[in-house]
């Protein structure tokens, strides 16, 4: 029996009234997946079955873990945070700005840190080769992004909204349109990868991979907020994303928290 | 998209993880990612290894970020890792000089990584090791866990982590010394001989 969209809104549904139970008998609220996620078939054979080992570093404030990669200057191009000028020709599809703030979990802007994006194109196709989706290729987009956040931990990218696309978890199995971002902060212990939503999207509710955070105010924080503010006359549509780093970093044990 | 947490004043509440997805392949991997060690030094050494899956099977999809002090145990703040070609836009590679301590490695089409990096200095109460960060298409979170060297017992004896986990579980941890200076570092996602992976609080 192939697996149906009915069957994954199933498995999603009783997925979100376990974590409601959860945490109506006192357990913690979950900010991120559990690695353990049926509806994602991919994740059945590479969830780790033994808990994780918590290293508590405030007892050893030397761990390189709180310390983190540097990246300047010579680890980026001109454009590239302008994802629509890597090529010769303007890309098709409705132009874009992506801008929001890096942050700790005290709220402080994260300074010269790395973002990394990459996107399908306008037409929900990734310029990689093992995509088999066969909507257009466009030769004017490639779909990868890279930026320093500045002094006040925010970033900007200009690119074009990504379309929607099938996979293949289950029959019918639409992806909402959606950035990815890899982030770095002051810790290592603090780096994310993630993705970025648009607002209203139709698919949320079919999406196990987005359903696989099962705290709605949670899932929220992946969803971008249009930003007329943001939009750029005559050129683009604005979008604002903040993004808070999970993790503890050094100044956690100097605050003694 | 709230990002204040009502529970504490000053508190923001954590943006969730995803899963890298299948396609990142074009978009993070870089020219020499696994060359972290300059050129010639004569404290280099290869870690490699493959990851598998809860069948056995290794991942062809999954890519490493390594995180290590220099030998003298140092943490370094030196960029260049990714660096840039200006005229072109493309990849220089790194210089071979300077040692930025960090890189990252796709499996390849058989699963297995490799990188050639300095041996890591001893820092802090710890043992020497090389922190690792596993992403993976199916891994809605990334992994962390940690590279050890076999050289030094006593020091491994020592270390927080390792002395406090049982032997079996410790070994997963430990590299396996494969010549002079060549370490074999298998991650095992789920089942038998699951590696030990580490959560930071
Ligand atoms: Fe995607």
Known sequence: MPLTQQDIDAEIAAEHAAYARRVADGAPVEHHPRRDYAPYRSSALRHPRQPPVTIDVRRDPELVELRSPAFGERDLSAVDDDLTRHHHGEPIGERITVSGRLLDRQGRPVRGQLVEIWQANAAGRYAHRREQHDAPLDPNFTGVGRTLTGPDGSYRFTTVRPGPYPWRNHVGAWRPAHIHFSLFGPAFTQRLVTQMYFPNDPLFRYDPILQSVTDDAARQRLVAVYDHGLSVPEFSLGYRWDIVLDGPDATWIEEGR | MTTTDPGGPGTAL???????????????????????????????????????????????????????????????????????????????????????????????????????????????????????CVFARGLLTHLFTRIYLPDDEAALAADPLLSRLPDARRDTLVAARERDGVYRFDIRLQGEGETVFLEFA
Do not use: K
């Open chain 2, 14 to 132: 954590p943006t969730p993880s995803h899963t890298v997805g299948p396609f990142y392949g074009y978009a993070l991997p870089f020219p020499g990612g696994g060359d972290i060690a300059p050129l010639g030094h004569p404290d280099t050494l290869t870690l490699r290894g493959y990851v598998y899956d809860g069948a056995g099977d290794p991942l062809p999809d999954a890519f490493l970020e390594l995180w290590g002090p220099d030998p003298a145990g140092n943490v370094p703040d030196v960029d260049g890792s990714l660096r840039r070609d200006q005229a072109t836009g493309g990849h220089l590679g790194r210089n071979g000089v300077e040692f930025t301590g960090w890189g990252r490695v796709q499996t390849d089409a058989d699963g297995h990584w490799y990188a050639r990096t300095l041996r890591p200095g001893a820092r802090g109460r710890s043992a020497p090791y090389v922190s690792v």
